[in-house]
């Protein structure tokens, strides 16, 4: 009886021995990716690692903001399709207009108020417009910085014959600062698109050219399917993915 309680007993220190190894081999991050040994990146690579998820962070921002001006560029096109509306509406003869006269201050009013409401909403479509353009300012900070240290790589290749260059798995980086540089023109393109519909988008007449550009501002033309491949391929290299 006794041997079998003393088997018991060292069972249990056994168990309570593993316990705290398990513990001790935690990882700095809870989202691990097989292909980076996390233990071992140089300061370069974190801070390329950082770059990649401050990318991803802009561009999920970026989202936003475009889906909140597209909202407001639909109210502008339909406030001004109403007061074109209105207008086509008021062209009358002399006697039509004689007869209606007293109704002609309640359209006047009516027509002062929307002209209030198309005035907030293109307030609120360039106010968006200057968030974009906050957004697109740190994406060139981003891309400087990754220039900065592929400099500094190379200068550190120039005296270390074994450096590589390799910082994740396949990648240089010359190649993380060139993907930077194209995701970064592609928003500076976009940008100048958002400009140009916040600022005429308003005093535009034609039905055909408002919802041409208040698609484009939905839709993005600039990017495509191009800007998601860069940003996921940035992502799965540097273990985000």
């Known amino acids: 009886m006794s041997e079998s309680s003393s088997g018991k007993g060292s069972g249990k220190?056994?168990?309570?021995?593993?316990?705290?190894?398990?513990?001790d081999s935690s990882s700095p991050s809870p989202v691990k990716s097989p292909s980076v040994n996390y233990a071992k990146l140089s300061p370069m690579a974190k801070k390329v690692r950082d770059v990649a998820a401050d990318w991803h962070n802009l561009i999920q921002r970026w989202e936003v903001l475009n889906t909140s001006g597209a909202s407001v560029t639909n109210k502008i096109v339909n406030c001004k399709l109403t007061n074109i509306e209105s207008s086509d509406a008021a062209e009358m003869t002399v006697e039509q207009t004689a007869a209606v006269s007293a109704a002609g201050a309640g359209e006047a009013a009516d027509a002062d108020g929307m002209s209030k409401e198309l005035e907030v909403c293109c307030n609120q479509l360039t106010d968006t417009y200057k968030a974009m353009a906050k957004l697109w300012e740190k994406m060139e900070k981003l891309t400087s910085n990754l220039k900065g240290q592929?400099?500094?790589?190379?200068?550190?290749?120039?005296?270390?014959?074994?450096?590589?260059?390799?910082?994740?798995?396949?990648?240089?980086?010359?190649?993380f600062y060139e993907v930077s540089a194209e995701l970064s023109e592609m928003y500076s393109k976009e940008l100048k698109l958002k400009q140009a519909i916040s600022e005429n988008i308003a005093h535009l007449s034609d039905r055909h050219t408002m919802m041409f550009l208040a698609s484009s501002w939905l839709h993005q033309p600039y990017m495509g399917n191009r800007r998601d491949i860069l940003l996921e391929s940035m992502l799965v290299e540097t273990g985000h993915r």
């Open 13 to 23: 220190r056994r168990k309570s021995s593993g316990t705290p190894r398990k513990s």
């Open 150 to 175: 592929w400099e500094l790589q190379q200068y550190q290749s120039d005296k270390d014959d074994s450096e590589t260059g390799i910082l994740f798995q396949t990648w240089p980086i010359q190649h």
